[in-house]
């Protein structure tokens, strides 16, 4: 007889053991759930708010940042189209992290309510990937600004050798690179932590259809 | 009308609810772990039951939403520490039911079973439950030739473990 044939008989037996009643049900109703999902879904807001943050710091935190940026931005047409499409970027993002949250359905396939899962977190890999590469641009151009316009280390500058002059960007450089590398890391940990099962599940059904 | 919806779902479920206990026996070894599960199917099955409609069977959408659960959704908690081997102990509960062999190999294929992986374990889960290749492949997404031929990749797996 075959194994799974034997389980059966005793399968269907094992009810009367663990009986809930309705008073028991009741309560798991109000109960906070758990899940994968609504971790997810904490997170990335978490990170929304996390890199809003970190952009508009500087803005609130510092006066003088503050009369330069305005000074900049009364002046330059180009900075407010800059700073209107950022935020326009980031109520996209909103939208189509909205969206794929929505698109969640437990009533789906398993493997598609897998796919649904791993393409919100694709949505927040792009916007942290977004952020990033703004990051990196941005301290590129803060470099180079520094260098060219502030009188200070542009002076230092011109009495650097080609040696001295080639340290200070490699310096500059890892920074820069350090920097993404931490946060990148960062990232992986937590979803790596977060999704590893989903992701194990999910390369087991698609080996199903090879 | 919102404690309408929550008694006759409250209903269903208690009348149900061997399926839920079903899944959480395959997905978890203790009864901390089962009674987590469970409390996750049932949040999971509450949110979802607005959009339930009669025209499937309430048996059949709970398995869905239950494996779902159990294979995606489902965090286990930290507080795994294994207290109590569970197949143990319902066995030494049950032992006056079956003869020694029986109870013997039903205990090992349990174990058996408990070492397969997620997906394995909602193939076995659906097929102990009657289910046709056709559910079974609906439920899981992928082909009915796929379901049948990767069942029939389990049932030697079984063996090999059974009889090494």
């Not at chain 1, 940042?65 to 700073?83: F, G, P």
């Amino acid at each position: 007889m075959d194994e799974l044939d034997l389980l059966k008989k005793d399968w269907n037996k094992e009810s009367s053991k663990k009986k809930l009643s309705v008073t028991d049900i009741y309560p798991m109703l109000q109960k906070k759930s758990s899940s994968i999902v609504k971790t997810l879904f904490y997170i990335s807001i978490a990170e929304l708010i996390f890199w809003i943050l970190v952009n508009s710091i500087p803005y609130f935190s510092s006066d003088t940042y503050k009369q330069r940026l305005e000074d900049i931005y009364q002046n330059d047409y180009a900075l407010t189209v800059i700073s209107i499409i950022s935020y326009a970027i980031i109520l996209l993002f909103v939208y189509l992290l909205y969206k794929s949250h929505k698109s969640i359905s437990v009533t789906d396939s398993a493997k598609k309510l897998m796919e649904s899962i791993l393409k919100t977190r694709k949505v927040i890999r792009y916007y942290v990937l977004y952020n990033l590469i703004i990051a990196g641009l941005s301290l590129i151009i803060g470099f180079y600004y520094a260098m060219h316009n502030n009188p200070e280390i542009s002076g230092k500058l011109e009495n650097f050798s080609d040696k001295q002059m080639l340290i200070a960007i490699s310096i500059m450089t890892l920074f820069t690179v350090v920097f993404v590398l931490v946060i990148w890391l960062f990232y992986k940990l937590i979803y790596g932590f977060l999704l590893k099962r989903l992701n194990q599940n999910y390369t087991e059904l698609k080996k199903l259809e090879v | 009308m919102n404690k309408e919806l929550e008694y006759s779902f409250v209903e269903l479920l208690e009348k149900h609810q061997n399926i839920v206990h079903k899944v959480c026996r395959l997905y978890t070894n203790n009864y901390d772990a089962h009674n987590d599960l469970f409390q996750e199917i049932t949040i999971q099955l509450w949110k979802a039951y607005p959009k339930f409609r009669g025209d499937a069977k309430f048996s059949t959408w709970m398995y869905r939403v239950g494996l779902n659960t159990a294979i995606t959704l489902y965090r286990k908690s930290k507080r795994t520490i294994n207290t109590q081997d569970y197949a143990g102990v319902e066995f030494k509960i049950k032992a006056e039911d079956y003869d020694n062999t029986e109870e013997q190999q039903l205990k090992v294929l349990y174990k058996a079973i408990h070492q397969l992986n997620d997906i394995e374990k909602a193939l076995v889960f659906l097929y102990l439950e009657d289910k046709d290749y056709k559910e079974i492949s609906e439920t899981l997404g992928i082909s009915s030739v796929n379901a049948r031929v990767k069942m029939n990749r389990i049932k030697t797996k079984l063996k090999t473990i059974l009889n090494p």
